[in-house]
């Protein structure tokens, strides 16, 4: 009728999976920064060195919070990089 559309009419469109999928996409990336930062400091790389290089990229020290998907990306492409 011209309004908004229900979330019955959005499932069957597809679009109300679009914000399922962006959380899973974060869950998931947090979930591989979880695993680099144990892996990092493993293999001796303190948390200072970490949470510094974190807080370059986003701005922030803790990644937990952060719902954008690029900057995830951001921060899990430079921590890899100190893995060499």
Do not use: H, P
């Not at 979880?34 to 303190?46: D, P, Q, V």
């Not at 900057?71 to 990089?81: C, D, M, T």
């Amino acid at each position: 009728s011209g309004g908004l559309a229900s979330y019955d009419e959005m499932v069957k469109s597809g679009a109300a999976n679009v914000k399922s999928d962006g959380v899973d996409k974060c869950a998931e990336l947090k979930e591989k920064l979880n695993e680099t930062t144990s892996s990092l400091i493993s293999n001796g790389i303190e948390r200072k060195v970490l949470s510094a290089k974190i807080k370059e990229v986003a701005g922030v020290v803790n990644y937990n919070k952060i719902t954008d998907i690029s900057v995830l990306n951001k921060i899990l492409k430079a921590l890899e990089e100190l893995k060499q």
